[in-house]
């Protein structure tokens, strides 16, 4: 029956996209196309590329931390993402995202890229707010589509950190296409698009510079209503293992890191220079330096909690402070000062090491700590963010709480509000779909022998570096693997 819905499903596909495909190929003339600048334009496709590589930075990140025989099962959650979105998004996503439509979702005109083009401007001409006409002026609108879609790719992958090593592979592929469709779309049309409901383009106007509430907050309650659905591994608590790899935890951190600076210092779509008021600004510059500013406050915060109160300085924690602290400047990357983006980085490490705590108390199975980290990491950078944002960094945002406006901490606390309720229904109501139709687990069999073999059919490690249940002998007697 699978096989039929499958083979159904991919005529379909093809079908739909033969009408579509005229549109596509039918671009305009280059000659009347305005020029774009070069540099804006190769600086964007970098930073697309930068953040791209954050999806495997994520994949061996989350890949240390698991047992050996999970490892290639988790990496596929985060490279499977990069499939599935990747083609999702060209014929659908970006069109339900940012296409002109309602306060809530995006119009349909740009499906499979119809009318999605080389273009610079006027591609937003005729919905309003009337005066935005154009994304980026600078850049083809391509290239500002295909950025988006990087941001697409990584945010459900993020959410695979708290159903590892239990979801099975089928499951977790199609919760990765209707999450990305109804939960993603949504939440990055509202506050990024023309018209969105929260955003600075004539909607409340909350202030997220590089995805706080539609990356972070969205995949952090989403991995927790799916930690809660799917139910606790069946080695948890009592049987949970060390991580297997920590050295690729660290280098997922690093990758991290350093992609990180393509998601929030690409999100200024420029690197000009421009004016706010009497000062000269760099958007581009302004969040790059504040991103690896706050990245390391929060690694040194984790570093001095784990040495005063756990007596010894972790890696994983460096590497968990960091990508903490990454998460909580996210929002903030382009309306802050340098100073505040380390007060930013503190302030998120440390509420997040506690919430990291917490979450072992009530015994969630969220097994590499996705809301602790992302959800509760992006809800401090946006509060934070309504309390440090100034116009002298940013003309075209808001001031902030320390700045006089009071009103924009009410405003970040309704795009709060609303992403959880999003994020939180919809995936409860995604999942229990998925559980009645083909079902979320693994058998008890299969989540205990490994999902690698079990789930794709090969391994990660020969046995002689695996940690499957076996007898081997050592000068030190027997020593089960």
Same mark, same amino acid.
């Given at each position: 029956?699978?096989?039929?819905?499958?083979?159904?499903?991919?005529?379909?596909?093809?079908?739909?996209?033969?009408?579509?495909?005229?549109?596509?190929?039918?671009?305009?003339?280059? /000659?009347?196309?305005?020029? /774009?600048?070069?540099?804006?334009?190769?600086?964007?496709?970098?930073?697309?590329?930068?953040?791209?590589?954050?999806?495997?930075? *994520?994949?061996?990140?989350? @890949?240390?931390?698991?047992?050996?025989?999970?490892?290639?099962?988790? *990496?596929?959650?985060?490279?499977?993402?990069?499939?599935?979105?990747?083609?999702?998004?060209?014929?659908?996503?970006?069109?339900?995202?940012? /296409?002109?439509?309602?306060?809530?979702? @995006?119009?349909?005109?740009?499906?499979?890229?119809?009318?999605?083009?080389?273009?610079?401007?006027?591609?937003?001409?005729?919905?309003?707010?009337?005066?935005?006409?154009?994304? !980026?002026?600078?850049?083809?609108?391509?290239?500002?589509?295909?950025?988006?879609?990087?941001?697409?790719?990584?945010?459900?992958?993020?959410?695979? $950190?708290?159903?590892?090593?239990?979801?099975?592979?089928?499951?977790?592929?199609?919760?990765?296409?209707?999450?990305?469709?109804?939960?993603?779309?949504?939440?990055?049309?509202?506050?990024?698009?023309?018209?969105?409901?929260?955003?600075?383009?004539?909607?409340?106007? !909350?202030?997220?510079?590089?995805?706080?509430?539609?990356?972070?907050?969205?995949?952090?309650?989403?991995?927790?209503?799916?930690?809660?659905?799917? @139910?606790?591994?069946?080695?948890?608590?009592?049987?949970?293992?060390?991580?297997?790899?920590?050295?690729?935890?660290?280098?997922?951190? $690093?990758?991290?890191?350093?992609?990180?600076? @393509?998601?929030?210092?690409?999100?200024?779509?420029?690197?000009?220079?421009g004016t706010s008021g009497n000062v000269v600004t760099n958007l581009a510059t302004t969040a790059f330096v504040a991103t690896n500013t706050a990245a390391a406050a929060a690694a040194l915060m984790w570093l001095i909690l784990e040495a005063v109160l756990r007596s010894k300085p972790t890696a994983v924690g460096a590497a968990t402070g960091a990508v903490a602290g990454l998460v909580g400047i996210t929002p903030a990357a382009g309306f802050v000062t340098p100073l505040s983006a380390i007060?930013?980085?503190?302030?998120? !490490?440390?509420?997040?090491?506690?919430?990291?705590?917490?979450?072992?108390?009530?015994?969630?199975?969220?097994?590499?700590?996705?809301?602790?980290?992302?959800?509760?990491?992006?809800?401090?950078?946006?509060?934070?963010?309504?309390?440090?944002?100034?116009?002298?960094?940013?003309?075209?945002?808001?001031?902030?709480?320390?700045?006089?406006?009071?009103? %924009?901490?009410?405003?970040?606390?309704?795009?709060?509000?609303?992403?959880?309720?999003?994020?939180?229904?919809?995936?409860?109501?995604?999942?229990?779909?998925?559980?009645?139709?083909?079902? *979320?687990?693994?058998?008890?069999?299969? %989540?205990?022998?490994?999902?690698?073999?079990?789930?794709?059919? %090969?391994?990660?490690?020969?046995?002689?570096?695996?940690?499957?249940?076996?007898?081997?002998?050592?000068?030190?007697?027997?020593?089960?693997?």
């Amino acid at each position: 029956m699978l096989k039929k819905v499958v083979i159904i499903g991919a005529i379909t596909l093809l079908i739909l996209g033969v009408p579509l495909m005229g549109n596509a190929f039918a671009q305009t003339p280059a /000659a009347t196309v305005p020029a /774009a600048d070069t540099g804006d334009t190769a600086f964007m496709l970098i930073s697309a590329a930068l953040v791209l590589l954050m999806t495997p930075g *994520l994949a061996f990140f989350y @890949g240390g931390f698991v047992r050996s025989r999970n490892i290639l099962n988790t *990496l596929m959650m985060s490279f499977v993402v990069m499939a599935i979105v990747g083609v999702t998004w060209i014929l659908w996503g970006y069109s339900l995202a940012f /296409a002109p439509g309602l306060p809530f979702i @995006g119009g349909l005109q740009w499906l499979g890229l119809n009318g999605v083009g080389l273009e610079i401007t006027d591609y937003l001409k005729g919905s309003n707010p009337a005066e935005t006409v154009s994304y !980026a002026p600078t850049i083809p609108h391509q290239a500002y589509m295909i950025y988006q879609a990087m941001f697409a790719i990584i945010t459900p992958a993020l959410i695979s $950190g708290a159903i590892v090593e239990r979801m099975s592979f089928r499951a977790y592929s199609l919760f990765v296409l209707l999450w990305s469709t109804f939960i993603y779309a949504p939440l990055a049309h509202m506050v990024w698009a023309k018209g969105g409901f929260l955003g600075l383009y004539g909607g409340l106007g !909350a202030l997220d510079f590089a995805g706080g509430t539609v990356v972070h907050i969205s995949s952090g309650v989403s991995a927790l209503v799916a930690a809660l659905v799917l @139910g606790p591994r069946k080695t948890h608590p009592d049987r949970l293992s060390p991580p297997h790899n920590v050295p690729f935890i660290l280098l997922g951190a $690093g990758l991290l890191w350093f992609g990180w600076f @393509g998601f929030n210092a690409g999100s200024a779509l420029s690197a000009a220079s421009g004016t706010s008021g009497n000062v000269v600004t760099n958007l581009a510059t302004t969040a790059f330096v504040a991103t690896n500013t706050a990245a390391a406050a929060a690694a040194l915060m984790w570093l001095i909690l784990e040495a005063v109160l756990r007596s010894k300085p972790t890696a994983v924690g460096a590497a968990t402070g960091a990508v903490a602290g990454l998460v909580g400047i996210t929002p903030a990357a382009g309306f802050v000062t340098p100073l505040s983006a380390i007060l930013i980085g503190f302030v998120t !490490a440390f509420v997040c090491f506690y919430a990291v705590s917490f979450k072992h108390k009530l015994q969630i199975d969220d097994a590499l700590d996705t809301y602790p980290v992302h959800g509760v990491g992006g809800t401090v950078g946006a509060i934070l963010t309504a309390i440090f944002a100034t116009t002298q960094v940013n003309g075209g945002g808001k001031d902030g709480v320390l700045r006089g406006n009071f009103g %924009e901490l009410g405003v970040e606390l309704v795009a709060i509000a609303v992403a959880y309720v999003i994020a939180g229904v919809g995936t409860w109501i995604i999942l229990k779909i998925i559980d009645a139709t083909v079902g *979320l687990r693994v058998k008890e069999e299969a %989540e205990l022998q490994g999902l690698d073999i079990n789930e794709h059919g %090969e391994e990660g490690y020969n046995s002689e570096f695996g940690d499957s249940p076996i007898q081997t002998i050592s000068p030190f007697g027997n020593t089960e693997r």
